[in-house]
């Protein structure tokens, strides 16, 4: 079963313009954390935020905001006043320890492309 | 903030040759770092765990003989393809973090390997 979901394969927006990227997940662990990186198509990875399991308050990094609705399992991520920059894939990601102990594991959604349309 | 250095960044070899990719943590001491493997238009799938000072732990279906990792010190492991043919083309990246619980993992910019 997929534990991080992206059901959005492809994003548009206008330039200036705010978007929400979706990603739900799936996990039974109480401590768990969750990214979202952006990777622009040179290939690097590029980390914009973090929301810890038992955080409070939504995280935030600039123009980058993330809508944590635990109760959901769902972490989407808002970018606002979109750039053209902006235009690339974005993945969400979980951390998750393995039960059986072991090394943290990332692991990725399938991505989403957002387009930034002047 | 951290930084993870990935060499080389393009390669192109004939079938039957093998590759040896380097990551390394270039402000921080990485224990850990992480292989993964992305074919075109798809997410990272992780292929293994590099442990500095042992052996790498890897992830179901990957070939522990065809993808050798060393982490012989706190800031190098290196993801040898060996004897490379044209499946095993693909982009591999890197990451690592600092050890402290919250902090991301950090990547490398990538290699594209193509074997002709």
């Known amino acids: 079963a997929q534990k991080i979901t992206q059901t959005q394969p492809g994003m548009f927006v206008q330039e200036k313009e705010a978007v929400t990227l979706d990603c739900t997940y799936d996990t039974s662990d109480p401590s768990y954390g969750l990214f979202w990186y952006k990777q622009p198509s040179s290939g690097e990875m590029i980390f914009l935020i973090y929301q810890g399991s038992y955080d409070q308050q939504n995280a935030t990094e600039g123009r980058y905001s993330l809508n944590f609705q635990k109760a959901r399992k769902s972490a989407n991520l808002v970018i606002s006043a979109s750039q053209l920059g902006d235009s690339a894939m974005y993945f969400c990601a979980m951390r998750e320890l393995p039960s059986q102990g072991g090394s943290e594991k990332l692991v990725f959604g399938k991505g989403t492309k957002l387009t930034v349309n002047p | 903030g951290a930084v993870v250095s990935q060499h080389p960044s393009w390669v192109i070899c004939k079938s039957g040759t093998s590759v040896k990719i380097e990551c390394r943590s270039l402000d921080f001491q990485a224990t850990t770092m992480f292989w993964y493997r992305q074919f075109p238009k798809q997410s990272l799938m992780l292929m293994a765990t590099?442990?500095?000072?042992?052996?790498?732990?890897?992830e179901q279906g990957v070939e522990k003989d065809k993808f050798l990792i060393n982490h012989a010190s706190l800031t190098l492991s290196t993801l040898t393809v060996t004897s490379a043919h044209p499946e095993d083309s693909s982009f591999y990246i890197c990451?690592?973090?600092?050890?402290?619980?919250?902090?991301?993992?950090?990547f490398g910019d990538g290699t594209r390997l193509s074997i002709l």
């Open positions: 590099s442990n500095e000072g042992s052996k790498a732990t890897y």
């Open positions: 990451s690592a973090r600092e050890e402290l619980s919250n902090q991301p993992q950090h």
